[in-house]
């Protein structure tokens, strides 16, 4: 309780003035209590004309703590606003039918999500079928009449033992949970419902669902319809020991009449996002061979006839992973998403394989951290909307058309308005192993002054394959307003930067990253207003573990914080939601097969090196990196005497550590009074 205590009073006192007392005046930073008012746009959908987009606003509620999500529609060529569907539900995934003329959705509220069908001319929307498990990968048949999506059938297995009969009226103890599926757990949803995802089709204007796919596998999406909606394509592993196999799908129809099943696709290695062309005549997919076991592969676009044959791949001379396939309305391209140095983009890529930029400048699927990412949907006529990001406000909605892009909304001018934001700029950096140019941004704090000195802060990006990027991020202006440098950085095993650059750290994690973080911090004292001696270091999850791996091979930081890392990897591999890839993919054997290994690669190791006052940050309900590690390495510290202070942020998964605005901000201030105690 104490340690759950120390987040809320870092946010009330870094609230200060909304709390404490009356302001005197309008705050010109960016502050703790803004997380509050900030907005996002996502999952946009242009609408098949392209005249109109629906797109999810997401907007924090300072009353409920939590993001709400609601959908509107944006005339394409004016901007002009609707609110199309916006109550007290969670509404999301909104999907066209392919008339334009109706918008499928999820509406999630205190009974659970249901599929709703909204007809847009009468503003009128009617539930399709009461569900008993939430549906996902909502798709279209090409008539309009049907309804595809996934959903969970539940499968509680048999019991051990016979069960006891209770005395009416009793109160006992939850009975047992036997558990015996490889994945019983996952970050952010805990322990899972017993059962498997299945393939499911319901009349567009309401009905009884049919059950296309069965047996004990897990049908994925995303899913598509055939061009005759006679079948639906999806992607899974139907292998007899698929669960111990992560990396490995394939793409299978299925009849909508009659539930029978074919295999598309023939390969080691995950195959899936089956997109059909216009005409019917060919899928196009993304995968990759996963022959190796590496750490990173590029994920590459394919296309084959719609029966499986032909299969070939169109990105095979593109040095980057692509992703979300959509066909042109044309049927002689397919744009894809692509990361490209921290940036992410959508690419059209012909037939033939030529691949040209189309849209850059995406983001938007986090707000704490400045992640690569976004979101975007293709119309007729090569209308493209799409996230857009940039590192001055959250993302907002914009389209793509005829080689101009014409952002439609500004969801964050009022808060933003009169708020001096700390500078984005990028930051010229070379590796001090091999000379290898390393992606880095630097954030200067609002009214900066270059003839002052600064104190410094090296933020750490988790994965440890994936990517930051020049885009908005509230852990970046917290510590600019509280008058740091930030710098970040996108070392070696970052994605985005091709094969070979994540690839370094394949069996060898933490390595020279180490060496890459530490040229970043060298460039920004080279600028000349960084003070060398006021160095902090801090970062999230790969990002958590490289701080811990830094303060134990070097002093210079005056102090760290942690936040949930991996602290021992044998005991993060035997624990993790993740634990059927970690070991085979980052270690390539277990545990008990190579002891050594995983001990010289965890930052446990280092532990009896570490002077820095370490504060140790980790959420309650994390089953990725599990708060065992956190307190591993916090109770290691303590045994040692080195200062340090554990922060438990209640109720908050890896994944969302950051969702709730209240313990965003928290997290952010604990951590800056962490290091203002050392400053």
Known sequence: MRLAVL?????LAAAGG??????????????SRDLFGLQQASDPQVRPDGGAVAYVRVANDIMTDRAGRSIWLVDAASGVQTPLVVDGNANLSPRWSPDGSRLAYVAAGPDGAQLYVRWVASGRSAKVATLEQAPNDIAWSGDGKTLAFTMLTLDE??????PIR????????????VIDRMIY?????????????????????????????FGKFDAGGPIAFGHDGRQVYFSTNRAENWERDPGEAEIYAVGVADGALARLTHRVGPDGAP???PDGSRIAYVGYDDTRKRGYENVRLYVMDSDGKNSRVLTGGLDRSVGSPQWAADGRSVYVQVEDQGATQVARVGLDGKVETVVRGLGGDSLDRPYAGGAYSVGRGGVVAFTQGASDRPADLAVWRGGKTTRLTDLNADLLAGRALGKVEPLAVTSSYDKRPIGTWIVTPPDFDPSKKYPLILEIHGGPFSAYGPTFATDMQLYAAAGYVVVYANPRGSTSYGDEFANTIDRNYPSHDYDDLMSAVDAAVAKGFVDPNRLYVTGGSGGGALTAWIVGKTDRFRAAATQKPVINWTSQVL?????TFMADYWFGKMPWEDPQGYWARSPLSLVGNVKTPTLVVVGTDDNRTPPSEAEQYFTALKLRGVPTSLVRVPDASHGGIAARPSQSAAKAQAIVAWFERYR
């Open 166 to 177: 209770k005395p009416e009226g009793a109160r006992w103890a939850e009975p047992l949970r």
């Open 575 to 579: 624990t993790t939601d993740g634990y």
């Open 18 to 31: 909304a709390y404490a007392q009356v302001a005197d005046g309008p705050t010109r930073t960016f502050g």
């Open 7 to 11: 987040v809320g009073a870092a946010f």
């Open 275 to 277: 997109a059909v062309s």
């Open 157 to 162: 297995g048999k019991p051990l033992g016979a």
């Open 185 to 213: 757990r996952a970050d952010g949803e805990g322990l899972l419902k017993p059962g498997y995802r299945q393939v499911f089709a319901v009349s567009a204007d309401g009905g009884q669902p049919r059950q296309l796919t």
